[in-house]
């Protein structure tokens, strides 16, 4: 089963299939809104760390809280464990390939965030839904809309179960284990009782919760890695222009690092930085359509903040440091590399402390944020009362996730994301005509800057 399991994903992430869409998909958008997410980001981010909300407009929580729901479910093992095993299989240039899915994958979220609001609808409990399952059904329209629709909401109802389940509270138990001996049955509890509290409360709680855990966790983790990059200055000049020309050139075998050409660097590079900001794979729409607000545009440009933040900033934090101290050749990888990185800088065990406590805090925010994306699919898929039965299917997997072996697990949950990817995408260069001239329309108004304006 494994292997087959493999031989798929291997397939679905390859060259010839998804790295290529995704990438594709993003420059594309990026033309065809003329660069929307470089020369509106500073405005963008104001919106959404300094305004936060707005005070009129149809949502249940503020724009800020759907930032942190989105950046919760993103911010997760993939800034720590995969940032390292890019690395140590595709060498210091896969760090470049990383930030090329972040800059062309914000106007890919950008899209997918517009759709998202533009398209919600309201729930038989009050809630707004919305999020890929809705722009397809209703956007895209017809059989075909429907079918890609409901494709989707199945793969994210099944892919929250692995890569925003299982997969985090694994990491979190084994991480806890490694570093302080505690049973990983006894961290599993933990985790899901205290996951339970929150998830049990739907999108309100989640988004409570999210909007103050998730800055201290990014800052706490931030500060940890300047704190080794500054360490290593004079080495910062020679690891920024080895990700650069390895980025192009492969990376020669040294010390523990078997070697790897631009093929590998672009493919593992592309596929992790994917997996850590979601960008493409439609799951920002889901958190984007909760919030308050009367214009999709002004919600997009908060939504797409979010992988300015997980790939440019918190990604690049990990990357920087695995290369200035060189850890990158010795042979390690995943977390125990960026464990490794963090030694290197930190006195006696406060690298290892510091990175359990950073990826502790990003699975679990993650185990939150993919809770609230696979009850919105649920309701797609068969309305509101089999919301409450899937959050408590959930929350028992998040203990089951701690005493089991996941490699198979972790396989298929790579297949589900990316075949979520397949549809959404399908959906984003549809609908891309529809997000850009209404785009236009709203930017052509002198008072686009005016928070209570509606867009139309």
């Not at 895209?140 to 494709?151: I, K």
Request: proline share 3%.
């Amino acid at each position: 089963m494994q292997e087959i399991l493999s031989t798929i994903s291997d397939f679905v992430w390859g060259p010839f299939l998804l790295i290529p869409l995704l990438l594709l998909t993003g420059l594309y958008l990026t033309i065809r809104l003329r660069g929307l997410q470089f020369h509106r980001l500073f405005y963008a981010l104001w919106l959404a760390l300094v305004r936060r909300k707005e005070a009129t407009g149809v949502g249940d929580i503020t724009h800020y809280q759907a930032l942190s729901t989105a950046l919760a479910a993103t911010v997760g093992v993939g800034n720590i464990a995969g940032v390292a095993t890019a690395i140590h299989l595709g060498g210091p240039g896969a760090l470049f390939w990383m930030w090329m899915t972040g800059l062309v994958g914000m106007a890919t979220k950008y899209c997918e965030a517009f759709l998202g609001v533009r398209f919600r609808r309201t729930d038989a409990a009050g809630e707004q839904s919305g999020g890929p399952m809705f722009y397809l059904t209703y956007g895209v329209g017809g059989r075909f809309g429907v079918t890609l629709g409901v494709l989707f909401a199945v793969f994210g109802a099944l892919a929250a179960f692995g890569i925003g389940n299982m997969v985090q509270s694994n990491s979190v138990a084994d991480a806890i284990n490694a570093q302080w001996g505690v049973p990983m049955w006894l961290t599993g509890l933990i985790i899901t009782v205290l996951a339970a509290v929150v998830i049990l409360g739907g999108i309100k709680s989640i988004g409570a919760v999210t909007s103050a855990l998730v800055p201290v966790m990014i800052i706490f983790y931030i500060a940890g890695a300047l704190w080794i990059i500054l360490a290593n200055l004079g080495n910062l000049p020679g690891a920024l222009a080895l990700v650069f020309t390895d980025a192009f050139t492969g990376t020669a075998a040294t010390g523990g690092f078997a070697g790897a050409g631009v093929l590998l660097a672009i493919r593992y590079g592309v596929a992790r930085g994917i997996f850590s900001n979601e960008s493409g794979l439609g799951t920002g729409g889901i958190a984007a359509a909760a919030a308050k607000t009367n214009s999709p545009v002004r919600q997009a440009l908060v939504s797409m903040t979010q992988t300015f933040i997980d790939t440019l900033i918190v990604v690049t934090m990990t990357g920087l440091t695995i290369v200035v101290t060189g850890a990158w050749t010795s042979g390690e990888t995943g977390a125990p590399l960026t464990t490794k990185a963090f030694s290197h800088g930190l006195p006696g065990e406060w690298g290892g402390i510091v990175v359990t406590v950073g990826l502790v805090f990003f699975a679990f925010s993650t185990l939150l944020g993919w809770a609230y994306y696979g009850e919105r699919c649920m309701d797609r898929l068969f309305g509101r009362p089999a919301v409450m039965p899937y959050r408590l299917l959930f929350i028992v997997l998040i203990f089951v996730g701690t005493v089991l072996e996941l490699q198979t697990v972790w396989t298929f949950s790579d297949i589900m994301n990316g075949l979520m990817a397949l549809p959404n995408l399908v959906g984003l260069l549809l609908l891309s005509g529809l997000v850009v001239r209404e785009t236009r329309v709203y930017f052509a108004r002198p008072d686009w800057k005016d928070l209570t304006a509606e867009a139309h």
